[in-house]
Each structure stands twice: as C-alpha cells, then as structure tokens.
C-alpha cells in the first residue's frame, strides 16, 4: 500500500484526497496547505495529520511514497512548479495536477529533474481514463478505426453573453488562462488517440461581451493540428461564451480508414460507425453502434485516473510506460506555447518542441 499526501487543500486537493482515502492501493496519511483553516479542516475529514509547509511534512513524514501537488495559480498551475520540485528533491513520487506547470521553462525542468531521480511523475489528465475512452481503445487496439483520416475534438462550457459575469477571478487574469488551464484536457486526449502532434495553427479569439469588460482571457481557441503519424485533427474550446451544441460538455470525433467514432459528453456515451455494415458506404452510412455508461459525472474520472496511478507505481512499471506522464503532461503545453506562438503570428505554422528522449531502464535489460 502506497502512503499518500495532499499538498494544496483546495477543492480539487480534498478530492484526491478522498481518492486515496477510498483506494485499496493507497493509504492517506497527511495534508498540507499554506491556509491553516484549510489543512485543519482536511485533516479533520480525512483523520490525518495536517502540515502548513510541504518541507516539514516531508521531513516529519520520510514514509511518504506519493505526493500530490494540488496547488492552482496563475493559469491554474503557476504554483505546481515549487512544491513538486520539492517532493521529487525528497524522492517522492509525484501526482501534479494540470498543467503540469504554468510556463513551459518550468514544466521541462520538472519532466528532466524525475528523470534524473527516477521517480514517476504523474499528471492528473484524467478526461481519458472513462469507460468510453477505454472502449475507444479496445477499437483501436482490435484494429478496427484504421488509420487516422482526421479527429475533431469540441470543448465547451455552456454560457451565454446575458450570463456573462465579469473577468473571473486573478488565476483567469491572462490571455491565454484558458489555453494553459483548460486545454492541457483535449490536447491530453487527441494525443492519447493520435500520438504527437508536430504543426499548430491556431486563431484565438474573444466576444465583444468579455472584450468591452476588458476581459482579459481569449476564451476562443480554434487551434489546427497535424500527427506525426500523418493525420489532422481540429480542436474548438471555448468557455462559457455559447451553448454546448451537440456532443454535451465534450465530444471527439476521430474518423480512420476502417471505422469512425464518437465519445458523446466526455464520459457518457461512444458511437462507433462500422464501416463493414454497409455494402455501399458512399450511398448510406451505417447506423452508428451506441454504448450509454451510464454515467454524467465527470467527477467519476478522477478516482479511475488516480487508481491508474496508483497501479503503475505500485507495480513498477517502466517510467516509460507511466500513464498521462509528466511527460505527457508537458507534450500538451508544448503545444499550449505553439499555439499562443501560431496566434502571436496571426496563426503561423509552428512546429512544437521536441519532448525529452526515451532513453530505457539498463536493469531491466
Ligand atoms: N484534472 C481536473 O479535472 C481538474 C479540474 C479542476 C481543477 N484542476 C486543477 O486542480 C488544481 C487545484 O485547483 P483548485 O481549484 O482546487 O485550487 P485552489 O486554489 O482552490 O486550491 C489550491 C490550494 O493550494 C494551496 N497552496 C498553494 N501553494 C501551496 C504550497 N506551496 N503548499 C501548500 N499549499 C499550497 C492554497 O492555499 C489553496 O488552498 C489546479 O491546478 C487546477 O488546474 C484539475
């Protein structure tokens, strides 16, 4: 059983929490947070010991095995940087929340500094750890989506210029707050289905509503990619400016030269398009086979997506092998800064940095 902690007792902090409170794989043994209130009040819930500085609780605690780091920010992750620094110093494992790191000097010394500890580095990109994306696998794997024609993933939360309710709070102050926090999510997935992205164009955009409160967020990101593996695909996320549209929260469509599908509203529902039903495709497409889970609640992905964790550290997978890495965490904000490059050049191409080489385990030869 791996010994647990919490650093960053926000709401997001209290649900990891619970995660390794209820997971057979892990035991929760403290939390930490800056605001006293906040740590107590944790610690109360959880009946565990509460820390106000990470370095004391790693000192206090050296039985420790994982450590999230829970904290938000700037962009949602200006503040991940610092204390999972720290953790892995210690050499701990580490559970960091998205995006991975708010400025992308800071996310690749991270990804380097775990490399160097050999300790797993995990990201909390858990919108493909659902039952519809594993399902989604399983057709990939029993090769029956082919190669990849294109993939269209559409991102949004509902709103509406009347529901409009200002600029949000300082952590949402920048242009490209909702690029770095939000998109880190479908970048993480078209790249679970399609493998690295080497082009970004992207047109950023905002409504009047947000640019004559001077708003600074650019809530529209239109963003077009292509695959190393040859293929394209069209991101469109936007928060809170329009109504979902069909699809629900999120859909993504990925579309390859032996069949198609669809996941409908993230974790509710998969469509898959057998091309093989149909004599004559050019003439009818056949009826799409539908799978309901049953579920609507988003928040089902993060015990599954810490379990996976959990499991991987548990069982000492190669690091290579570690799922949504700290390395596949940083692939989405390589190509978060190509976008905001693309935009800045009035949607230039831009070829994304190359991500850190694989360079294999000798003891396990
Ligand atoms: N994976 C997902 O689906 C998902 C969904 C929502 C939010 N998030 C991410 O979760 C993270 C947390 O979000 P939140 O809304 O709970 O944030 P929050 O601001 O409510 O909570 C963060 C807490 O961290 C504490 N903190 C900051 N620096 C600290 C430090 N060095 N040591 C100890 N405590 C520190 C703060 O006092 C605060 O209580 C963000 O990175 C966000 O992007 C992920």
Known sequence: MLKCAVVGMGGIGNTHARCYKEDPLAELVAVCDLVKEKADAAAEKFGVKAFYDEEEMLKAMPEIDVVSVTT?????????????????????????????CADIRDARELVRYAAEKKVYLGCDLNHYFTNAAFAADQLIADKKIGELVYCIHKVGFNGAESKYGGPGAPRWQTPYSHLKAFCAHPFSVMRHFC????????????????ATQCDPMLSINSIHVRFANGGVGYL???????????????????????????????????????IDEVENPSMASPVPKTTDFGVKDFGATFPVRIHAYLEDVSNKVPREYLRASGRDALATLEYTFAAMKSYEHGGALVVPELLPAFHGDISRI
């Open 195 to 210: 493998g690295d992205i080497t082009g970004v164009q992207a047109f950023l955009s905002k409504p009047g509503v947000r």
């Open 72 to 100: 938000s920010g700037y962009d949602n992750g200006s503040m991940h940087f610092e204390p999972a620094m720290l953790a892995l110093s210690y050499g701990k494992n580490v559970l960091v929340e998205k995006p991975i």
């Open 236 to 274: 469109i996320s936007q928060r809170g400016d329009a109504m979902f549209g069909l699809g629900g929260w999120w859909s993504y469509e990925h579309a390859g030269t032996r069949g198609t599908f669809c996941i409908e509203n993230c974790v509710e529902k998969l469509h898959y398009w057998n």
